[in-house]
């Protein structure tokens, strides 16, 4: 019975390689044009954005565009100055690398060097959970929590007697609050990424720092994060990056005023809030505030691509190799 | 020249041991303020999470409280008391399903191609490079790529500015974080598994499709899954391919207008009567709840393929 069955099942044993060969060539086939979308993805950017742009260009001067101080794209007399939006950005972004570094690097070190691994398993969660609230509850909290907040602390410092004079008026709409929020938003970025860099740093560098009589503060502060540098530069561009193209929450907090200038307590625009703003209102396909907010598009794709290249560049030049 | 040099140099080292004092506490000191103030860093984060999370239930929870059912399905409206989420709720799960329907057949196939097939050659770095360089282009330029391309160019097919655009644009943005995610859990498998495979006489995609895939499968969905809850906050890119904010309608095919839940939450927060910034809160209650539980499930997955491998 037992040696029956062996050969009755190779009676129904079909072998057919060439079937399954041509069943692979089509599967492989598929897949290779699904990876070639990531490919077309990125052209489709580009080219999008050069062919706008192009036709932007044609109607506005590019010198006008780099050195005008003024951006009224939607008003009679037209200006076409990004630098006001850019420096809008700017302003947001610096405030909220001000913000995320020191907490992003700190929680880093924290959690790399400090926390046992059964708090490591309740903290990173809690940091992952922060980096995927969606922006625009960002926005509300930045908005409707933070600013009001500011507003009574601001207030508050101005019953002082002497100081008092000196506290500015914090408007409902601006940079600050924006600002503070954005950073909160990319502390998990800085974190992560930094932790990762310097969790990297091999155990015998600290053990010689320890076997020399350094205490844990200075092996952390003199040996690690040297070796960890590379990596935590990155991860603070790659910070400013994602800060430099978030949308809703400085399109929210950080109000829609084209100014020029770094005053964090009015309203400012970032180059994302313009895109938003035209977004919203009925632009026909053509027009030029239509081609607009594609120049603008591509004054940000250069920019976070720059900052992002720098940031690659950056670790594989200056990385530490140990073995 | 030289001596006086040198004997210079060696008195100061002569001070220098003289005056060497270890000063162990002074230094333990400063090592407990510095742990505390990485502590604190921490601490704050967590602090800030909880401040978000509370300040949003207490502005939105008397909402939810007093009119649940009328709040989940009513249109939205000029009164803050009759205005729901019911457009939305509909335009997210409609727009949801379509993004997991493209993105997850693109995203595992190249992810597989990636992994298993495709031999180290320029193409497949340059591939690489250019996901990696994807993941980081702001997700508004998503919605300008969305806006030339599914609404302008191909109008008769996506209808214009329609679910089916939004859905498409979503899709481009969340691929290279699954096509990651698949790569990473196509590595998990040992790869004794599929030489075992090959030494029975299967091929390489019967050995991926009956070997591998089973055991990556928990992975892969673990990926897609938390690439969908990205794609479900995402409110920029919609924006910028035009779905509109207050829209008083249910979608009924994939090339009709829509909402979804941040574009009405959006709408909310820059509106300036506080009724509204209610609602807004409320909104972001049922958007939290639907994030927290797709990540729940998401985690759920991760340990169960954990404990596995």
Redesign the interface.
């Known amino acids: 019975m037992a040696v029956d069955l062996p050969s009755a099942n190779s009676a129904l044993w079909q072998?057919n390689?060439k079937r399954?060969?041509r069943?692979?060539f089509i599967?492989?086939s598929?897949?290779?044009l699904?990876?070639?979308?990531?490919?077309a993805?990125?052209a489709?950017?580009v080219l999008?954005?050069i062919?706008?742009t192009i036709a932007f260009f044609g109607e506005v001067s590019i010198i006008d565009y780099l050195t005008d101080t003024k951006w009224t794209p939607l008003f009679q007399s037209q200006k076409f100055g990004i630098i006001v939006l850019i420096s809008a950005t700017f302003l947001t972004s610096g405030i909220a690398i001000i913000v995320a570094l020191?907490?992003?690097?700190?929680?880093a070190?924290?959690?790399s060097?400090?926390?046992s691994p059964e708090v490591r398993k309740v903290?990173k969660?809690?940091?992952?959970?922060?980096a995927?609230?969606?922006?625009?509850?960002y926005?509300?909290?930045a908005?409707?929590?933070v600013t009001p907040l500011l507003q009574s602390l601001f207030a508050w410092f101005a019953t002082f007697p002497v100081i008092g004079l000196a506290v500015p008026e914090l408007e409902g709409f601006n940079a600050l609050s924006a600002g503070i929020v954005l950073g909160?938003m990319i502390?998990?970025l800085v974190?992560s990424l930094s932790e990762d860099a310097i969790y990297s740093v091999p155990q015998s560098l600290r053990d010689g720092s320890y076997a020399l009589?350094a205490?844990?503060?200075?092996t952390?502060?003199r040996v690690v994060l040297p070796a960890a540098l590379s990596g935590i530069v990155s991860s603070v561009i790659?910070a400013i990056?994602?800060a430099?193209?978030?949308?809703?929450t400085v399109t929210?907090a950080a109000g829609q005023n084209p100014r020029l200038g770094l005053n964090p307590f009015v309203p400012v625009m970032t180059m994302?809030a313009f895109?938003?703003q035209v977004?919203?209102g009925d632009t026909p396909?053509g027009s030029l505030a239509y081609k607009t907010?594609?120049a603008v598009?591509m004054t940000?794709?250069l920019l976070?691509?720059v900052l992002?290249?720098f940031s690659?560049w950056f670790v594989r030049r200056f990385r530490e190799k140990y073995e | 020249m030289t001596t006086p040099d040198s004997q210079t140099f060696n008195k100061d080292q002569s001070t220098q041991e003289q005056y060497f004092t270890?000063n162990l506490s002074g230094?333990?000191k400063?090592?407990t303020v510095?742990?505390s103030?990485?502590?604190?860093?921490?601490g704050?984060?967590?602090v800030?999470?909880a401040?978000?999370l509370i300040?949003?239930v207490w502005?939105g929870f008397p909402r939810l409280a007093s009119d649940f059912w009328g709040f989940l399905t009513n249109f939205p409206s000029r009164k803050p008391e009759q205005a729901g989420l019911l457009s939305a709720l509909v335009g997210t799960v409609w727009v949801m399903i379509t993004v997991a329907i493209f993105a997850f057949?693109?995203?595992v196939?190249?992810g597989?191609?990636?992994e298993e097939?495709?031999t180290d050659n320029w193409f497949t770095k340059?591939?690489e490079v250019?996901?990696?360089?994807?993941a980081?282009?702001?997700?508004?330029?998503?919605?300008?790529?969305g806006?030339?391309?599914f609404v302008?160019f191909l109008e008769p097919m996506t209808g214009g500015r329609s679910i089916l655009s939004g859905a498409l644009t979503l899709a481009?943005l969340i691929?290279?974080i699954i096509?990651v995610g698949t790569r990473e859990a196509l590595r998990a498998v040992p790869d004794s598994i599929r030489q075992a495979g090959f030494a029975l006489?299967?091929?390489?995609?019967?050995v991926i499709w009956d070997q591998v895939f089973p055991i990556a499968i928990p992975g892969i969905l673990t990926g897609t899954i938390l690439a969908l809850?990205?794609a479900?906050?995402?409110?920029?890119p919609l924006?910028?391919?035009?779905a509109l904010?207050f829209i008083s309608f249910l979608p009924e095919n994939l090339q009709s207008q829509f909402t979804v839940l941040?574009i009405q939450?959006?709408n909310w927060?820059?509106r300036p009567q506080a009724g509204f910034?209610t609602n807004?809160?409320a909104g972001?209650i049922i958007?939290?709840v639907v994030?927290?539980a797709m990540?729940g499930l998401a985690?759920f997955l991760r340990n169960k393929f954990q404990k596995r491998g």
Not at chain 1, 215 to 218: D, H, P, V
Not at chain 2, 130 to 134: G, S
Not at chain 2, 232 to 236: C, K, L, P, V
Request: aromatic fraction near 10%.
């Open positions: 072998p390689r399954s060969k069943v692979q599967v492989k598929i897949f290779a699904f990876a070639i979308v990531s490919i993805t990125t489709g950017i999008t954005l062919y706008e020191p907490l992003g690097l700190l929680s070190i924290c959690l060097e400090y926390a903290l969660p809690i940091l992952e959970i922060l995927g609230v969606p922006s625009v509850v926005g509300y909290f908005l409707l929590f909160i502390t998990p974190a009589g205490t844990k503060r200075e952390v502060t790659l990056s994602r430099i193209g978030e949308t809703m929210l994302t895109i938003v977004s919203l396909a907010i594609y598009g940000l794709f976070t691509l992002n290249l690659f | 270890p230094r333990y400063w090592d510095f742990a103030f990485t502590w604190l860093a921490v704050l984060s967590v800030i999470l401040v978000l300040s949003v502005d057949p693109i995203g196939g190249a597989v191609y990636l097939f495709a340059l591939i250019n996901i990696n360089n994807l980081g282009v702001p997700s508004i330029i998503y919605g300008l790529l806006l030339q391309l302008r481009l691929l290279p096509i006489g299967a091929t390489r995609w019967q809850s990205r479900i906050g995402e409110t920029a924006i910028t391919i035009g904010t941040p939450i959006y927060v820059s910034h807004a809160a972001i958007l939290m994030l927290l990540n985690i």
